[in-house]
């Protein structure tokens, strides 16, 4: 696979850091391709150029794309081009390869660019539409020079003959050496009529043609959680739970993450990453991508990375052999001479079981659901501020609107069916993959977290009835027990059941006493405030934590709209999460009577609530 030297969006107001824009080329935050930003100019009759203003290291043999688009209309006086090894710049007397995309013609184009100077070395009959994006891609190997446009709208790739077809092909091939050597890359942008600025480009790769080092996924030094991952061998791993992570330890200069071809659909996926502990950066994933890079231009030495599958849209469907949504990862690609090297972890593990808001959903505000922007899974879940407070790596499993009595989301099954074992979801990543191995979790936990209820109560009049919650939590709490041995389970009754109402009251008091059932009849282990801690009889390792009321005030019904915990009145935002996490892990050392439980905050290594 090639090595990544810059991957760039171009979602920030200014010129981005290495890069050189001519007067006229601009992010502008209309009609984007995707992000904050994409890329215009607004100069008439000049060949507008943004490049990348380093040359590739590897002799000319590189590849680079963008993603280029007529946002409305296919105006004759337009260009849309991708360059490499340019030299001589600037852009009006420079030498390279392009691919043009000309609506005049109309026609896709590979060229040579020699001091100004522009032959069409081969091109295909074709006229692009507007509001496609055109994901262009040209490729110089030693006097090999090819190019292929991808159809984004519907993944088909364009041939020499002007057609489309869903097989990968070039549209064009040729053998040249006119433009030889190292040289730099970018975005050339050509309107010849005042005021027309109806396109865009974005998400500009570059990469070298060296073959670098792929990280399997089955690695030993990539941590992936199992209990909320499956692991195809060395192939693929998958994960259907937002909150799930990834850590791993590299040497070298750069990082891609690898995608495989996964049958996911639609672009409601985000991902979030940092590396060495830096900053945050948020992607929203395409379908049709198999690679993201993820990091360029690191200092030499060892470094580490994160990331977090941070929202989808939960009403696709999950919960089937092949789910159409979820974070599907072959690998990732380092630098030819680089490897993987064991990451730093927490010292402690745990799962998290939840419905939405272990997850995020409708953490970053309230608008389309579908939209995976909404959803912040590393920054509005408890389960993520719990990582730092108790020192422990935990499997998120958040399933929206799933409950003690109820089915989730996306044909999900409620989180333990008494009436059938065998139906429910605790103890499966999906369908047809077992979180268990012989009867136990296939990776060992220090503690488990149950946080359901919140689901249920949102279902008043629905088919979760308090008695259903009751009986489904006296028997999952013995199944946790015989998949987790010496683990300490804590049942937590979530916020919106700490309300002193009726039905609050109800719902609550089906959760105590559904665990007086499976624990054993409860005793009043600890207080602390209103924070109540009980403790099983029976299973002396097992506790219900009751939260209070006046956590509940801004979190208790839908009908609240948004308030200062919550965008809508249910879910979490990032401040509250955190609260949340401060007060079970306050609990947790009243359960063990050990103040040394509740360990000072660690934002500054697992968390940093701003957005990128």
Not at 434 to 452: E, I, P
Request: charged share 15%; glycine share 10%.
């Amino acid at each position: 696979m090639p090595r990544l030297i810059h991957h760039q969006r171009f979602d920030a107001a200014s010129t981005p850091a290495g890069w050189v824009f001519d007067s006229g080329m601009e992010p502008i935050n209309t009609s984007v391709i995707r992000g904050a930003r994409s890329l215009r100019n607004t100069v008439v009759n000049a060949a507008t150029a943004a490049y990348w203003d380093t040359a590739d290291s590897n002799s000319g043999d590189v590849r680079v794309r963008a993603d280029l688009q007529f946002v409305s209309g296919t105006s004759t006086n337009t260009i849309l081009e991708v360059f490499a090894r340019a030299t001589s710049l600037p852009y009006s007397g420079c030498s390279n390869y392009n691919i043009r995309i000309v609506p005049s013609a109309p026609k896709i184009a590979l060229n040579r660019r020699v001091s100004g100077v522009s032959t069409e070395m081969a091109a295909a009959v074709v006229t692009p539409a507007a509001g496609v994006t055109y994901r262009t891609q040209l490729t110089c190997n030693g006097t090999a020079i090819s190019g292929q446009v991808q159809r984004l709208s519907d993944g088909y790739y364009l041939t020499a003959a002007g057609a489309w077809q869903a097989a990968v092909v070039d549209f064009a091939s040729v053998t040249n050496a006119n433009v030889t050597g190292a040289g730099r890359a970018g975005i050339q942008l050509f309107q010849a009529t005042s005021g027309n600025v109806s396109f865009r480009a974005d998400e500009f790769v570059f990469e070298t043609l060296e073959t670098g080092v792929t990280v399997a996924v089955n690695d030993a030094n990539l941590y992936a959680p199992i209990l909320n991952h499956f692991v195809n061998g060395s192939v693929a791993y998958r994960s259907v739970n937002p909150g799930s992570y990834n850590k791993l330890g590299f040497s070298g200069t750069a990082i891609t993450l690898m995608l495989p071809v996964s049958g996911v659909t639609g672009e409601s996926r985000v991902i979030r990453w940092r590396v060495d502990g830096g900053a945050w950066e948020d992607y929203r994933m395409g379908n049709l991508e198999t690679s993201i890079g993820l990091a360029s231009g690191l200092s030499a030495g060892t470094h580490s990375l994160e990331l977090w599958y941070n929202g989808h849209d939960p009403n696709q469907s999950i919960w089937v052999a092949s789910p159409p949504m979820g974070l599907v990862v072959s690998g990732y690609l380092i630098d030819p001479s680089a490897a993987s090297s064991a990451p730093t972890l927490l010292t402690n593990r745990a799962i998290y079981y939840g419905d939405s808001t272990a997850y995020g959903i409708s953490s970053a505000g309230t608008g389309d659901n579908a939209d995976p922007t909404q959803h912040d899974a590393q920054a509005g879940s408890p389960a993520s501020y719990l990582m730092g407070l108790l020192n422990t790596e935990i499997a998120v499993v958040g399933l929206g609107s799933q409950g003690y009595g109820k089915a989730g989301l996306a044909g999900v099954p409620r989180v333990y069916d008494p009436g059938d074992p065998t139906a429910g979801s605790w103890d499966l990543v999906h369908p047809t993959r077992s979180r268990l191995s012989g009867g136990a979790y296939a990776s060992a936990v220090d503690r488990v977290f149950v946080t359901h209820g919140t689901a249920d109560y949102t279902n008043a009049g629905g088919t979760s009835t308090a008695q259903r919650m009751e009986d489904s939590i006296a028997a999952f709490l013995p199944a946790i027990r015989a998949a987790a041995p010496a683990a300490t389970i804590y049942v937590v009754i979530p916020p919106l059941l700490g309300r002193n109402a009726t039905d609050h009251n109800n719902r609550r008091n089906a959760i105590l006493e559904g665990f007086d059932t499976g624990a054993g009849a409860r005793t009043t282990h600890a207080t602390a405030g209103e924070t109540v801690v009980h403790r099983g009889s029976t299973d002396l390792n097992a506790y219900c934590i009751y939260l209070g009321e006046t956590i509940s005030a801004n979190v208790w019904d839908s009908s609240v709209g948004a308030t200062a915990d919550s965008f809508d009145g249910i879910h979490y935002k990032p401040a509250f999460a955190s609260t949340v996490a401060d007060r079970i892990a306050a609990a947790l050392a009243l359960a063990v009577a050990d103040p040394s439980a509740f360990r000072p905050r660690r934002r500054a290594r697992n968390l940093a609530l701003t957005r990128m």
